[in-house]
Nanobody, 126 residues
Framework: QVQLVESGGGLVRPGGSLRLSCTIS????????IGWFRQAPGRGREGVSC????????KYEDSVKGRFTVFTTDDRKTVYLEMKRLGPEDTALYYC???????????????????WGQGTQVTVSS
């Protein structure tokens, strides 16, 4: 089993920044992809980014390109989502998810990830 725990969410003013963390433990496979997803109230879960642990390849949803950055530590046991210039539209419950392998061309489907964390809330409001 693989366990994922998100942290770092909170309340931030528009234009502010947050860094989310996803800590990975358990039967960690050698190489995997980590997806960040978010779900706003009344909406479906949306893919935000994907990182491949073997080569650090990254992919982003269009609305966050240039504002969000995903990266990992040397031991690949923590994956961060650095979020800048946040707006109310970024308010959501943010999840990380993991699956062995690399980020495929269509990386933002929930079914591409077997393991999920419980989520951390991000609220952008003045």
């Amino acid at each position: 089993q693989v366990q994922l725990v998100e942290s770092g969410g909170g309340l931030v003013r528009p234009g502010g920044s947050l860094r989310l963390s996803c800590t990975i433990s358990g039967d960690i496979f050698d190489y995997y992809r980590i997806g960040w997803f978010r779900q706003a109230p009344g909406r479906g879960r949306e893919g935000v980014s994907c990182l491949t642990s073997s080569d650090f390849d990254t992919k982003y949803e269009d609305s966050v390109k240039g504002r969000f950055t995903v990266f990992t530590t040397d031991d690949r046991k923590t994956v961060y989502l650095e979020m800048k210039r946040l707006g109310p539209e970024d308010t959501a419950l943010y999840y990380c998810a993991a699956e062995p392998g690399f980020c495929p061309p269509i990386w933002n489907l929930e079914r591409e990830y077997r393991y999920w964390g419980q989520g951390t809330q991000v609220t952008v409001s003045s």
